[in-house]
């Protein structure tokens, strides 16, 4: 396949991004025409599908893609999107309820406008049920479906507040997270803005206090504990007869605590689409539909105006940001990779936000899904959230050249956070044109395939830093005494970490003397041969995150053994963690990367988030 920009002439039979809605804070939505041909029509209703908030989001991203294929190979169209503030979609002031709910409004117009549909029915799942019951009469929605829906606004937040409190960032005593305690606000949940403007206008949301929608209503309970969803299907049954209940299991296995992990519920989809194709009859007659789908946008960032751009190269997906005003002199483009099996906008939106920074500053960046992850093609093995995946170095060398045969550029700056840094990693050995690497919390130097992701993390433990800060703690020795802490697991393997930095120490030593790279080992040998060939370097981890011990193994405390090369940079800060969660620890590492990589690449002067 040809690398090129999604066409915009015709709305094919697969997936279709586009921007739609207010010009200034534009949407991102993934459209999923009906297979017609198949069918022999439509079913004249298209769905949307509304996603819920912040870390269910991320989780839930692949069962809501195979969701829209589900229903769209059962003759409906489809349209997934992301809520302002979230996702890929644009910042917009205002209360972020009534944008979200305005977003859904759109949403609906939008799939109206480019399927020729009669009838909109909305899916929601947990916050993304609740809105979708909040404006289903708005909508003039044909049907409902709800899936593990958050019936009381007021009851979900305190929920989410409870499992921040009892989170591994609030956990631990004050004594062992000092500079984390002083700066994570009342206003973040796992990274996400939660503010108390957003939970006062979320509490204010009932089910059971809102008018009762006189349209067929699927309510799918969760299976992992016991919710209300029998207590609203009562509530609605009294006045409309077309509730239904469905206990199919499948909620607990898609919502993991790491995307990686989730499994989708493909039972349980089949039976979404079985009870809505029972509402609405195929229709021989063709619909018309829109010519044109946007496929750029212009959005603020910081003052300065971003481009953004959906593109597909080989099969993957992606999108890049770039200055308005663009410098033909800059011939440097950024290059941002998965950060394990979750898509291109990354963790608490860090690839998003990281991306329109760099593109302010005067870079064109590419932030893209490699190989079955997202809206990207299946593996070659046909796995999809295959972190470790072989196929991640060639997607690298595919997104080079889809930037070198599109936008000219010439040199590449390659960034990721733990797998993503591991794959920048390799691109940058395999390929001269990588003058700049961002590695964060690189976790893998080498990775064989068929090794476990699971093994590999049951066999890791955190950085030396952590456990020397919490032996001091009386917390740490009543959770010992407990059993609640596998001693024996952290001792040998602290015992092992010794011996390699015995083992770095001499030869720190032997170099301090010997001016050769025969000494070093082959990981630091690697390293000081990309810096020799002009490479530019950053790497950045939380103290007590293990990629700190395994860049002390590889090059010694402080990265001794990589010399004193200003190309070469380590930031280590502490109070964050593996995937920098805290929002200031988020914008730390934005700013940090921005300035760094504009004073190098003379990129011109940044306006960077403080």
Not at 395 to 416: C, K, P, V
């Amino acid at each position: 396949m040809v690398a090129q920009f999604h066409p915009s002439k015709d709305i094919l039979l697969t997936p279709q991004a586009l921007w739609f809605g207010d010009e200034l804070a534009p949407l991102l939505g993934w459209y999923q025409p009906a297979r017609q041909c198949d069918l022999g029509g439509s079913r004249q209703c298209g769905v949307v599908l509304c996603p819920p908030f912040g870390h269910e989001y991320m989780v839930s991203y692949l069962s809501y893609k195979h969701l829209a294929i589900a229903l769209a190979r059962a003759g409906f169209d489809v349209l997934f999107f992301d809520y302002n503030n979230s996702g890929d979609s644009a910042n917009a002031e205002g209360d972020r309820v009534a944008l979200w709910q305005a977003n859904i409004l759109a949403a609906s117009r939008q799939l109206r406008d480019i399927a020729g549909v009669q009838h909109i029915s909305l899916f929601g799942l947990r916050l993304g049920a609740l809105l979708a019951a909040s404006v289903v009469n708005e909508v003039e929605a044909a049907a409902l479906i709800m899936f593990a829906p958050a019936v009381s606004g007021r009851a979900y937040c305190r929920e989410l507040q409870l499992l921040r409190n009892m989170s591994a960032l609030q956990a631990d005593t004050p004594a062992l997270n000092q500079e984390l305690t002083s700066q994570v606000t009342e206003d973040e949940l796992t990274g996400y803005e939660f503010s108390a403007v957003t939970r006062s206008s979320i509490a204010k949301l009932d089910m059971l206090k809102m008018p009762v929608p006189e349209i067929p209503v699927l309510i799918i309970a969760r299976d992992d504990v016991i919710g209300q969803e029998e207590k609203l299907v009562a509530h609605w049954g009294q006045t409309n007869a077309h509730v239904h209940l469905s206990t199919s299991p499948g909620y607990a296995t898609m919502m993991p605590a790491d995307a990686y992990a989730t499994k989708v519920p493909n039972e349980l989809l089949l039976d979404v689409v079985a009870w809505l194709t029972s509402q609405f009859d195929i229709h021989p007659t063709q619909p018309s539909i829109a010519n044109t789908v946007r496929t750029s946008t212009r959005m603020q960032f910081n003052e300065h105006t971003v481009i953004e751009e959906l593109v597909t190269f080989e099969g993957l997906v992606g999108v890049v940001s770039r200055p308005e005003q663009h410098n033909p002199a800059q011939r440097t483009a950024v290059l941002l990779t998965n950060i394990g099996a979750n898509h291109r906008v990354g963790t608490h939106q860090l690839y998003v936000n990281l991306a329109r920074s760099m593109a302010a500053s005067g870079f064109i960046v590419l932030r893209f899904d490699k190989s079955g992850i997202g809206y990207s093609k299946a593996n070659a093995d046909g796995k999809e959230n295959d972190v470790y995946g072989t196929s991640g170095l060639p997607d690298m060398q595919s997104a080079m050249q889809f930037l070198r045969s599109h936008y000219d550029t010439e040199n590449f700056i390659a960034g990721g956070l733990c797998s993503g840094a591991y794959f920048c990693y390799l691109t940058a050995l395999a390929e001269p044109d990588i003058k700049g690497l961002i590695l964060m919390n690189q976790l893998v130097y080498h990775w064989n395939e068929g090794d476990s992701l699971d093994i590999r993390k049951k066999q890791s433990i955190k950085s030396t830093h952590f456990y020397v800060k919490a032996i001091r703690s009386l917390h740490t020795w009543k959770r010992l005494l407990r059993g609640q802490i596998e001693f024996r697991k952290i001792f040998v393997k602290l015992s092992k970490r010794v011996q390699k930095r015995l083992h770095i120490m001499s030869q720190a030593f032997v170099t301090k003397f010997v001016e050769s790279h025969h000494f070093l080992g082959k990981i630091a040998r690697q390293f000081r041969q990309m810096e020799a060939r002009g490479t530019e370097i950053l790497m950045i981890m939380d103290a007590g995150d293990s990629s700190v011990d395994l860049m002390t193994e590889n090059f010694g405390r402080h990265g001794v053994l990589l010399g004193k090369s200003p190309r070469i940079c380590l930031e280590i800060f502490k109070g964050s963690d593996h995937t920098f969660t805290p929002r200031w620890a988020q914008q730390h590492v934005i700013k940090l990367i921005t300035t760094h990589f504009s004073e190098r690449f003379e990129v011109g002067s940044a306006t960077v988030e403080k």
